[in-house]
């Protein structure tokens, strides 16, 4: 059990910035479920067991901000720690994502290395 | 001249009693058929263009993400890549087009120093220098200067003070725009003189657009945006002046009592009116109310009773009141009033009472609308 990779569910629509976690975070050990809309988020959410969440806020068929909610109120995964990575620089975004639950907020364009510190913060290292 | 007219009216009348329809169906019939065939081809030309640009980039994208991995992700690379290795026909146009896109969105993608060796990348593929070639010599070609200076911006490469000079100059509106932007992404707070001081010409959607540039700089400094307000420049410059005044919370209040009293246009008036509200001037609530006056147009009206909603502490509550017991005042008005009323609680609590106890049915449904929670309040 003790060997098990830790598992991040990275949500996000971008296939560039998608494929780029994937490439980083695999290559730093850890196990990873895509996701490229809300809907396939939420069921994975609800099936699976994930120890982070990734999630950008403007997402197809439902936001981060519903995403993040949804997990708080899951049954399942509602204590996962969630980073929120989004193009939006605003100050009310920032803080409505907090107030709905998020543990962090990465703003775009994401800096690699940055990524993976906040990563091993949340869960430490693979 | 009479029988002129005859005689034309009876050579039209003959041609379509002869031979005249069945060549007009024919004509008409023929320009039908032609306009299917252009508009046939315009669309497959679209498809095939766009069929084109797919396939040059599930080609190229994957080639160009695994380069960017290998050298810039897993070696570190900074400078010099081995750009050979891609084999990239860069003289395409094509190919070009792609290739830029894919790094555009890389670069948007992914920062911190990668972003910087991502930049690197852009500038060796040689679409830098295409840039500069393209900014000194396409003349008045908006949009491949515009392309270029946003690659160049995106790119945060130095360009000579003579060619910015010639943009800035410029007489089309969207170069001198571009000019604005890429002296703003690149230079930041040291282009703000510069830039804000030559914005003649400009539209709304212009405005929009160097707000935009403006806000999503890293600048959070102490720049008095409101020394560029003027009554005689246009509403889209005053108007971006005061957004950028909100956005920072600069509040200027003799500069917007200039634009307010001067009237010279109605717009720049109701937007000065709504900046001091939103930068909760409550220096200026005494002002507004004296300022308010029935002869005032119902939109002024309005922007000024939404204003003191939000600056006001108390003293405008007479005022508001004496509004909205009026009958005669229209239904949006008294709307905005019972609203502003409410939000320069506690100060307006009394008179609250006061109306809740002496509205007629008409008026408890206006007031039951106002305070109902989902109509969204000012």
Sequence with gaps: MGNEKKRILVIEDNEILLSTMQFVLVREGYDLLLAKSGKEALSLVSDETIDLVITDLGLPFANGYEIIDRIRKSKTNNQVPVIIISGYRDDNSIVEGFEVGANDYIKKPISPSELISRVRLRIGHA | MLSQMEKTINSIRSFFEGEGWPILVSIALVLSFLLWIFCLIGIALFYYRDFRYRSHQAKIYPLLRDFIYEYILIEN?????????????????????????????????????????????????????????????????????????????????????????????NSSTEIRVSAFKYLLQVRGEQAFDL???????????????????????????????????DITKSFSINCLMMDLMVYYQQLDEEKLWQLITSNENSKTLLKAINTLGKLLARDSEVRLTEFYSTEQPLNVKIEIVKALGRLGQGKSIDLLEKIFKDESSVLALRKHVYRSLVAQKPYSIACLRKIENEVDSDEYKLIRYVSHPMVHYI
């Design chain 2, 77 to 169: 690379m900074v400078s010099h890549f081995p750009i050979d290795r891609l084999e990239l026909d860069l003289d395409k146009g094509i190919v070009q087009k792609v290739v830029r896109n894919i790094l555009h969105e890389f670069i948007f993608t992914i920062g911190g120093e990668k972003g910087k060796s991502m930049r690197n990348l852009f500038n060796e593929l040689g679409f830098d220098k295409e840039a500069q070639y393209e900014i000194r010599h396409t003349g008045n070609h908006v949009v491949a200067t515009v392309r270029s200076l946003s690659d160049l911006a995106l790119m945060k490469v130095d360009v000579q003070e003579e060619v910015i000079a010639q943009l800035l100059n």
């Design chain 2, 195 to 229: 830039v804000l001081s030559r914005l003649h010409g400009i539209n709304a959607l212009n405005a929009l657009d160097m707000y935009q540039a403006i806000v999503s700089t890293d600048y959070v400094g102490t720049y008095e945006f409101s020394q560029w307000l």
